[in-house]
């Protein structure tokens, strides 16, 4: 009876660590630079002299006092919307 017990517990704890690896999958990023815009769905950020429009919404923790001039760090995801396969172009034989 234990064995089973402990077999089943194993299996457990198994499929467990199996789902988190999955969940946890989506690589998060940073960008830290200088808040040039803040709109309702998107802050606006310069780094250097790359301009990143980042999108936000009502689930973005933020500070309510973020002004144009402040330094920020912004942790964000980047996830597909959609893929369009197009045919692959005719090769050229003589």
Same mark, same amino acid.
């Given at each position: 009876? =234990? !064995?089973?017990?402990?077999?089943?517990?194993?299996?457990?704890?198994?499929?467990?660590?199996?789902?988190?690896?999955?969940?946890?999958? @989506? +690589?998060? *990023?940073? &960008? @830290?630079?200088?808040? &040039?815009? &803040?709109? %309702?769905?998107?802050?606006?950020?310069? !780094?250097?002299?790359?301009?990143?429009?980042?999108? =936000?919404?009502?689930? $973005?923790?933020? %500070?309510?006092?973020?002004? !144009?001039?402040?330094?920020? @760090?912004? $942790? *964000? =995801?980047? =996830?597909? /919307?959609?893929? /369009?396969? +197009?045919?692959?172009? +005719?090769? +050229? $034989? !003589?």
């Amino acid at each position: 009876m =234990r !064995k089973k017990v402990s077999l089943v517990a194993g299996l457990a704890a198994g499929l467990l660590l199996s789902t988190l690896a999955f969940a946890g999958a @989506t +690589k998060t *990023y940073q &960008v @830290t630079g200088t808040v &040039v815009d &803040v709109m %309702p769905d998107m802050i606006v950020v310069m !780094k250097g002299s790359e301009r990143w429009e980042i999108m =936000r919404d009502g689930s $973005t923790k933020m %500070p309510d006092n973020i002004q !144009k001039g402040a330094k920020v @760090t912004i $942790t *964000y =995801r980047m =996830r597909a /919307e959609s893929v /369009e396969a +197009k045919p692959a172009a +005719k090769s +050229k $034989t !003589k």
